[in-house]
Each structure stands twice: as C-alpha cells, then as structure tokens.
C-alpha cells in the first residue's frame, strides 16, 4: 500500500489563509492591492495542487476497493472452511477447556467456568448460571450442545 504526503503548496496555501485571517481591512488601497495579490496567487496554488489531491484521492479509492475484495474473499474463503471441515458440535458437558476454548470469544478463564458449572441440562444455562453473557452465547450457540 502506497502512503501520500500533503503537497508543500497545499500547506503553503493554508499558512497563507490562516495568517491573511487575522489581516483587517482599513479600506486602504495598498492594503486592499496586497490581499488582493495574497488572495490570487493562493488561489492559483490551490488550482495547481488540485489535480494532485484528486489524483491521490482515486488511489486511496482503488485501495480501498481492493481491500473490501480481499476481506470479501477471506470472508468466503472461512466460510468454505468451515463447511468443508464438518464441524462437530462441541458439548459443553464433556468437552476438556483446550476445546472449549477454541469457541469464538471464549476464554481460558471462561472454559474453566464452564467446566466448573457442569452438568448443563440445557446449553443456555450457560447464560442461566452466569457462566458466560448472552452476547457470548449468541456468537457460540450454534456450535455447542448440553446432550
């Protein structure tokens, strides 16, 4: 992935805006012939500088495209895998911790409770004991059992 600096003028231009900001307007002409030169030449700073901020925003674009289809793809690549593994369900009332702990989410810590907290007649009194949360449970409900 490629990183992009900030053009010079760019920071040049907004130096130039934020010091012009604290200018006042005294209806002098000399004055009014500065801001106005001041004004211009950082308007044609900026008008040069704008086709490399486009530029450097399509690249992020692209990038960030090319990024989504890979996620996309190790998405569907999981999902194959898992499919083609045959998952067993895992039951919490015989599964060791080394096991449990292969669960999304759960812990060390929370496999040595699970295990402690048998025997579960029903898998949701993982959520009923305290054992674990209910946003645990969701993320493991399909892939466990109390039978």
């Not at 009014?32 to 486009?54: G, H, N």
């Not at 898992?82 to 895992?90: K, N, V, Y």
Request: hydrophobic content about 35%; some cysteine.
């Amino acid at each position: 992935m490629q990183t992009y600096r900030v053009p010079s003028l760019i920071v040049l231009s907004l130096a130039m805006i934020f010091a012009l900001g604290g200018c006042t307007w005294s209806g002098n002409s000399d004055e009014r012939s500065r801001d106005d030169k001041t004004r211009d030449e950082v308007a044609k700073a900026t008008e040069r500088a704008k086709p490399a901020l486009e530029d450097a925003g399509r690249q992020i674009g692209k990038a960030a495209a090319e990024a989504a289809d890979e996620a996309q793809a190790a998405a569907e690549g999981v999902r194959e895998g898992w499919e083609r593994g045959g998952h067993h369900l895992i039951n919490v009332n015989a599964a060791p911790e080394s096991e449990l702990v292969e669960l999304p989410g759960i812990t060390h810590r929370d496999a040595h409770k699970i295990v402690d907290g048998r025997p579960y007649r029903d898998k949701h009194e993982l959520v009923a004991k305290g054992v674990i949360s209910e946003a645990s449970y969701e993320k493991i409900r399909d892939l466990i059992t109390s039978k």
